[in-house]
C-alpha cells in the first residue's frame, strides 16, 4: 500500500525515466530503433524494476495515466532530436494489457503525436500474445485503429504465449519479437534453435520482421545472422541506457 502511495506520486516527484535500449540491423549492424523502457528511481529505495511496479500501476489503475506519461516523454523526446536534426529512429513503447483495452487509446495517441508533429512511422508499440488473445476480435479492432495511424507494432516476448496461427495471420503485426529464453539457449540446445528459426520463418511467411531479444553473445548473433534474422537486441550491443546516452550515440551517427 505504501508503495501504491508512492508510485501515485512518482510523476509529480519526477522519479520516473524512460531509458532506451537501442536495436540494430542483423546485417550493418547499425542501430535502427530504440526500446523505451521505464524506469523509477525511488528516493530511498533506488531504482525499482517496472517488472515490480508495471503490476502494481496495472492493479490499482495508474497504469493510465504511467502509460500517457511514457508516451508523451518518448514523443517530447522525439521532437526534441528532430528539431536538433538528428537522423531519427523509430522508439518502441511497451503497451500493458489495461492500457491496450482502453477504449480511448488509438484517439489519445493520435493527440499526443499531434501536439508533439511526431510522425507517426517514428513510433511504435509492443504488445504481448496474451494480451491480444485475451479478446481476440477486439484486439484485431484496436491493432487495426493505431495501424491506421500509421504506427508500427511488434508482438513482445513471442513464442511464450498461446497466439492461434489462425489469429496471428489476420493480425495487422509488423514485428514479431522472438522471446529471450529462446535466444539464451541457441548455440546449446537444439530444440530452441528450431524454435528460433521456426518464429524467423513464420514471421517471413506472413510478410513479418523478426527482432532479437536478450542478445549477449557473438555465437547467438552468428546463428541469428545465419538464419535471416532481421533485428537484434541485447547487452551484446547495448544494455537500456538514460536519454543522454541515447542522444549521444544518435549524434555519433549523424
Ligand atoms: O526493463 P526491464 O527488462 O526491467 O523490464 C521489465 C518488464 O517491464 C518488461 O516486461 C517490460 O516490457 C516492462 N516495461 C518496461 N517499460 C514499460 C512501460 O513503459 N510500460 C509497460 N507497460 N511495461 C514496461
Ligand atoms: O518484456 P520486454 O521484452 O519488454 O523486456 C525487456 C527487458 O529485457 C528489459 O528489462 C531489458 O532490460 C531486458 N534486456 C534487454 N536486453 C537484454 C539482454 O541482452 N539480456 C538480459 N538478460 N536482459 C535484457
Ligand atoms: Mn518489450
Ligand atoms: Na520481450
Redesign the pocket.
Known amino acids: 500500500l505504501e508503495l501504491e502511495a508512492e508510485l501515485r506520486q512518482a510523476i509529480v516527484k519526477n522519479e520516473l525515466h524512460v531509458y532506451y535500449q537501442p536495436k540494430v540491423d542483423a546485417g550493418s549492424e547499425k542501430i535502427v530503433g530504440f526500446e ?3 524506469r523509477w528511481v525511488h528516493s530511498d529505495r533506488g531504482m525499482i ?3 515490480v511496479f ?1 503490476p502494481l500501476a496495472e492493479q490499482t489503475g495508474l497504469i493510465h495515466e504511467i ?1 500517457l506519461w ?1 508516451i508523451e516523454d518518448v514523443c517530447r523526446q522525439l521532437r526534441q532530436w528532430a528539431d536538433q536534426d538528428y537522423a531519427i529512429v523509430p522508439v518502441a ?4 494489457a489495461k492500457q491496450f483495452q482502453s477504449v480511448d487509446l488509438a484517439k489519445q495517441v493520435a493527440t499526443i503525436l499531434d501536439s508533439y508533429h511526431i510522425d507517426s512511422s517514428w513510433f511504435e508499440f509492443e504488445l504481448t500474445e496474451s494480451m491480444i488473445m485475451q479478446n481476440p476480435l477486439s484486439s484485431i479492432r484496436i491493432m487495426k485503429e493505431l495501424k491506421d495511424l500509421g504506427l508500427r507494432l511488434a508482438v ?1 516476448d513471442f513464442g511464450t504465449g498461446y497466439s492461434s496461427l489462425n489469429y496471428l495471420r489476420r493480425l495487422p503485426l509488423d514485428y514479431l519479437k522472438i522471446d529471450r529464453s529462446f535466444i539464451d539457449d541457441v548455440t546449446q540446445d537444439l530444440s530452441a534453435d528450431a524454435v528460433a528459426t521456426s518464429i524467423i520463418g513464420i514471421a517471413r511467411s506472413l510478410g513479418m520482421q523478426t527482432i532479437a531479444e536478450g542478445v549477449e553473445t557473438a555465437e547467438q548473433l552468428m546463428f541469428l545472422k545465419d538464419n535471416n534474422c532481421d533485428f537484434i537486441q541485447g547487452f551484446y550491443f547495448y544494455r ?1 541506457m538514460p536519454v543522454d546516452d541515447a542522444t549521444s550515440l544518435l549524434e555519433r551517427s549523424c
Open positions: 523505451a523502457l521505464l524494476s517496472p517488472g508495471i502509460g511514457v513503447v511497451n503497451l500493458s513482445d537500456p
